[in-house]
């Protein structure tokens, strides 16, 4: 068990850039989460896959953001033409059914 | 989710019990109350989670009113790693898409 990956640890780009996070689950896990978290505020769910299956987005997921999980295993976050209100900690989270959440360390996106 | 109620910070001395209270006064009948914790710079870690009796780990003792209004998360003897952001959820479905809150800040002091 090496626990939920991310990459990058930390990202900065330019306002307008595209931007795309990865995550690695645990590998028996059949649902992954992502989250973003700004200063000072507890996580927000985003979305979430059971296998490769996105069965839901939240509102805070505009249609610049996109996630996949194209095999039911990693799963890809895209931001497109990334805003300085983008600028956060993406967590990415997974888990066996409805059991425990294991977050990864996150993303920190700094968009200038 | 049940809408949970946490103070925004407490202190505790270090070897001392710290004890984190949590109200979900709307909390139903099917609805487990999970705690979780953020140390800075990680990401959430699981501590516990309970629906009726109360919970005992290695981590920590969550004890929960006959009620089911509130609960107490206690870490027995708090050590300064122990310093972090304690979550407590209520999540509608049984561990599905948490909602996370502000939390309580708990700082232990040496």
């Known amino acids: 068990d090496t626990g939920v990956s991310q990459n990058p640890r930390h990202k900065i780009t330019k306002r307008g850039q595209n931007v795309t996070f990865r995550c690695d689950p645990i590998s028996e896990h059949n649902r992954l989460y992502w989250y973003r978290q700004t200063l000072g505020q507890g996580p927000e769910f985003l979305t979430y896959?059971?296998?490769?299956?996105?069965?839901?987005k939240s509102r805070l997921l505009s249609d610049r953001f996109s996630a996949e999980r194209p095999k039911g295993s990693f799963s890809t976050l895209e931001i497109q033409r990334t805003e300085q209100g983008d600028s956060a900690m993406y967590l990415c989270?997974?888990?066996?059914?409805?059991?425990?959440?294991?977050f990864g360390s996150g993303t920190q996106l700094s968009v200038l | 989710d049940a809408k949970t109620t946490q103070p925004p910070s407490m202190d505790c001395a270090e070897g001392r019990a710290a004890n984190l209270p949590c109200n979900h006064s709307t909390i139903s009948g099917n609805e487990y109350v999970y705690w979780y914790r953020q140390i800075h710079s990680q990401g959430p870690q699981y501590i516990i989670h309970g629906l009726k009796n109360n919970e005992t780990n290695e981590m920590a003792s969550l004890i929960i009113t006959e009620d089911r209004k509130s609960s107490t998360l206690i870490l027995p003897h708090a050590t300064l790693r122990d310093t972090a952001v304690y979550y407590c959820i209520a999540p509608r479905d049984y561990g599905n898409k948490l909602v996370f809150g502000a939390g309580t800040i708990l700082r232990v002091k040496s």
């Open positions: 896959f059971q296998n490769e299956a996105q069965l839901e």
């Open positions: 989270a997974s888990s066996l059914m409805s059991e425990k959440l294991f």
